[in-house]
Structures are given as C-alpha cells and as structure tokens.
C-alpha cells in the first residue's frame, strides 16, 4: 500500500492573493483513513487535488512512499479518485463504466472483465453490471465509481464529499458500507468532507482545516474531547461547544456535560444558575436554551439532557446546573488556543 506526505505544502490564487494551502504538514499512514474535515473554502478539495496532481503546488512537496511526486502526472501517482459528483457514461451499463479505465490503459478484454466481476462482487453490484447509470440508486452509482477506481489497483483512494448527492438515510447506510470497504481492501484513503458526522463515523484520524491551514490532527474522540483552539471546539459538536469568558480565558464544556446540577454528585464540578428561555425535544434528547452566570461572563448556552434524565425543566424559570470538572476546557481569549485548566470552584 502507501504512505502519502505532503510538507509545508502550499497554494495560492489571484497571484499570490488567495492562500487556499498555507503551510500544510500532514501525513497519512499506510492503509489509514485519514478525514479532511473543514468548512467550504477551508482548502481540502484544494488539498486532496493537489495530493493527486490535478492542482500544481505554490511551492512543497508531495510524497508518496517516501518518492517524491510533485509535478508528476496523476496516472503515475497510483492514485484513484472519486467525486462528489460519479461521473459515469450514461449511455453505457454498469460493466462497461467500470472496465472504460482498463480498456483506456490496453488491458485485455478477458481480463479486464475479470477485474471488473472481482471489484463489483466486493462492493455487492454484480447483478447490476447490466443496468445503465440512470437505472440505478444514488449509493448504487456510488459504489460503481469506487468499483471503476478499485479495478486500477491504486495505492491510494482519494474520496472528495462521495456522499453529499445522498439523502439523509442512504447517506448513513454508505458511511458504513464504506468503513467495511476500506477494511476490507486496505488502502489508504483521504477523505473530504464538510460534514463532522461522516468525519466522526469513517476517520481513523481526523485532520480539522480552516483558512488554509491545519488546526488540529487526531483520533476523533481526541478531537471532540481535547479540542486544540476555539475553532475546532465550536466546529465539531451539535450543539457546539460552550465558551464562556472569564478573566481573559473562555471556560468550554460540552452541551451533553451541563446537567442538572442533582446529576453530577461529585465535589469537583463547577455550578450554575441557568435562565431557561427555550426548550427543544430532539430525537429523545432535551435542548435546553439559556443564560448563565458564576463561573464567569453571562453568556448563551445550550444543555442536551438526554432521555435518562428526567429532572423537571420550564422555559421561564431558573435551574442549578452543574459541570463535572474534568469535563471542563480551557482556552486563551486573545488566541484562543487551549490552556492549562484554570480553578474554577463549585
């Protein structure tokens, strides 16, 4: 398989205006899924197609085990990459969209065949191989772009939002279809995406971007846990993060982590009064909205209580909530990166 690395990577449009890369560091592992999680414009596309040679760096290096690839076409990089959108032939069937790069390169027509019936049993489309592009499903179309990308053997799968064309439901069902795929095969995968659920779901690590930059690179329970600055903290989370100011540091806790304060009977956990002014019942969990004060500036927040606690809570009225304290983040006001925890009290 194959190490991919690209160092003090960088991008820029508009002559030089427009910094899309700027100064990226970052590897992925052999046969790791590695997520790019960003909102749009952050620069992972830009990334992900600078990796596969559709996009020529400002300046940095791309390494693919260990060799250099920069300025080398993306045909002999080893790579295979899907879309957001599938691109496949119409007007041609399932069999022959997979085996067009095959027959492209020469490859006999035995054979190709015989890679194209291996790749559409992994991904379970063989009884589709008849049927056109407009015959089938959306996570259908899907799997035979990853069967198109899989008959070329690649080292490495580049995946740009494959998901974002599929509704709600379908989308959850081809998260894990492609976790069980990856593996399965092994390959390294780069994945892009906007959506925190499907980082959270499919990345071995996941790699936050914003402004061009990398903000924090982890497992996605360190991410969500141990966030590294404000961004990543109100990025990742629904609800995000709650950030209130105190003496020139921002208090965070998680909305799952502010309870009532009859739920958190431990002597290290910090207090509150919460003003409740709104209350939303979502999937079994309770949205609590509101204003609290103590532990530093009066600021909005959000509780998410879920269905196992049944402590009795009315818009209109005050409540005592609490945090435990290890549940509680630090971070510098002015930078906003995370900071040793600061003695808050109950």
Same mark, same amino acid.
């Given at each position: 398989?194959?190490?991919?690395?690209?160092?003090?990577?960088?991008?820029?449009?508009?002559?030089?205006?427009?910094?899309?890369?700027?100064?990226?560091?970052?590897?992925?592992?052999?046969?790791?899924?590695?997520?790019?999680? =960003?909102?749009?414009?952050? =620069?992972?596309?830009?990334?992900?197609?600078?990796?596969?040679?559709?996009?020529? %760096?400002?300046? =940095?290096?791309?390494?693919?085990?260990?060799?250099?690839?920069?300025?080398?076409?993306?045909?002999?990089?080893?790579?295979?990459?899907?879309?957001?959108?599938?691109?496949?032939?119409?007007?041609?069937?399932?069999? !022959?969209? /997979?085996?067009?790069?095959?027959?492209?390169?020469?490859?006999?027509?035995?054979?190709?065949?015989?890679?194209?019936?291996?790749?559409?049993?992994?991904?379970?489309?063989?009884?589709?191989?008849?049927? $056109?592009?407009?015959?089938?499903?959306?996570?259908?179309?899907?799997?035979?772009?990853?069967?198109?990308?899989?008959?070329?053997?690649?080292?490495?799968?580049?995946?740009?939002?494959?998901?974002?064309?599929?509704?709600?439901?379908?989308?959850?069902?081809?998260?894990?279809?492609? $976790?069980?795929?990856?593996?399965?095969?092994?390959?390294?995968? /780069?994945?892009?995406?906007?959506?925190? /659920?499907?980082?959270?779901?499919?990345?071995?690590?996941?790699?936050?971007?914003?402004?061009?930059?990398?903000?924090?690179?982890?497992? %996605?329970?360190?991410?969500?846990?141990?966030?590294?600055?404000?961004?990543?903290?109100?990025?990742?989370?629904? %609800?995000?993060?709650?950030?209130?100011?105190?003496?020139?540091?921002?208090?965070?806790?998680?909305?799952?982590?502010?309870?009532?304060?009859?739920?958190?009977?431990?002597?290290?956990?910090?207090?509150?009064?919460?003003?409740?002014?709104?209350?939303?019942?979502?999937?079994?969990?309770?949205?609590?909205?509101?204003?609290?004060?103590?532990?530093?500036?009066?600021?909005?927040?959000?509780?998410?209580?879920?269905?196992?606690?049944?402590?009795?809570?009315?818009?209109?009225?005050?409540?005592?909530? !609490?945090?435990?304290?290890?549940?509680?983040?630090?971070?510098?006001?002015?930078?906003?990166?995370?900071?040793?925890?600061?003695?808050?009290?109950?």
């Amino acid at each position: 398989m194959a190490v991919v690395e690209v160092r003090d990577l960088r991008k820029h449009f508009d002559g030089g205006q427009v910094h899309a890369i700027d100064g990226v560091d970052l590897t992925a592992a052999d046969r790791e899924y590695l997520v790019l999680l =960003g909102p749009s414009g952050c =620069g992972k596309t830009t990334l992900l197609r600078t990796i596969a040679g559709l996009e020529e %760096p400002t300046s =940095g290096e791309v390494l693919i085990d260990g060799r250099v690839v920069t300025g080398l076409p993306p045909r002999v990089r080893k790579i295979a990459m899907v879309f957001q959108s599938y691109a496949l032939y119409p007007h041609k069937t399932v069999l !022959a969209n /997979i085996v067009f790069p095959l027959r492209a390169a020469g490859m006999p027509a035995e054979e190709r065949e015989r890679k194209a019936r291996w790749a559409a049993g992994l991904l379970g489309i063989e009884p589709l191989l008849k049927r $056109k592009p407009r015959q089938l499903s959306g996570g259908e179309r899907q799997r035979v772009a990853l069967a198109r990308a899989l008959v070329r053997e690649p080292h490495v799968f580049l995946l740009d939002e494959p998901l974002s064309n599929l509704d709600a439901k379908l989308r959850a069902s081809a998260r894990d279809e492609l $976790k069980r795929f990856q593996d399965e095969i092994g390959i390294t995968t /780069i994945y892009v995406t906007h959506d925190q /659920i499907e980082a959270m779901g499919l990345g071995d690590r996941i790699a936050v971007l914003e402004g061009g930059k990398v903000r924090q690179v982890g497992p %996605p329970v360190e991410i969500y846990d141990n966030p590294a600055d404000t961004f990543v903290a109100t990025f990742i989370g629904s %609800p995000p993060m709650n950030l209130v100011p105190r003496n020139g540091h921002l208090v965070g806790f998680r909305p799952e982590h502010l309870l009532p304060v009859e739920n958190v009977r431990d002597d290290d956990r910090a207090t509150m009064p919460l003003a409740v002014d709104r209350i939303e019942y979502l999937s079994g969990d309770r949205h609590v909205y509101g204003t609290v004060t103590r532990i530093g500036e009066e600021t909005r927040v959000v509780a998410r209580l879920p269905s196992t606690v049944d402590t009795p809570i009315t818009a209109g009225e005050t409540h005592e909530f !609490a945090v435990h304290g290890s549940r509680l983040r630090f971070f510098d006001a002015e930078s906003g990166l995370a900071g040793e925890p600061v003695r808050i009290g109950s």
